[in-house]
């Protein structure tokens, strides 16, 4: 198989992380698990735990949450 390289910044590689981890844990547990252990050892331990990941999260829950409501039947 081959393999491809992909350079991203710490917050695109979080918002994948974040939407892989709305699948069902069973497909993307190994995915999930290869793009963590390769990525942490390229980010330093002070950008790790950074206010902007927490940012993004909550960004991108109110971001899903929006879609659920839109998707939802409206009441009778």
């Known amino acids: 198989m081959t393999d491809i390289n992909l350079k991203l910044s710490i917050n695109e590689t979080n918002a994948i992380?974040?939407?892989?981890?709305k699948l069902p844990?069973?497909?993307v547990a190994q995915l999930i698990e290869k793009i963590r252990s390769q990525a942490l050892?390229?980010?330093p331990e002070n950008e790790r735990n950074d206010d902007r990941r927490e940012q993004l999260r909550r960004d991108l829950v109110e971001k899903l949450?929006?879609?659920?409501?839109g998707n939802m039947p409206m009441p009778r």
């Open 41 to 43: 050892p390229q980010v």
């Open 65 to 69: 949450e929006a879609e659920d409501m």
């Open 17 to 21: 992380l974040l939407s892989l981890a």
């Open 25 to 27: 844990y069973d497909t």
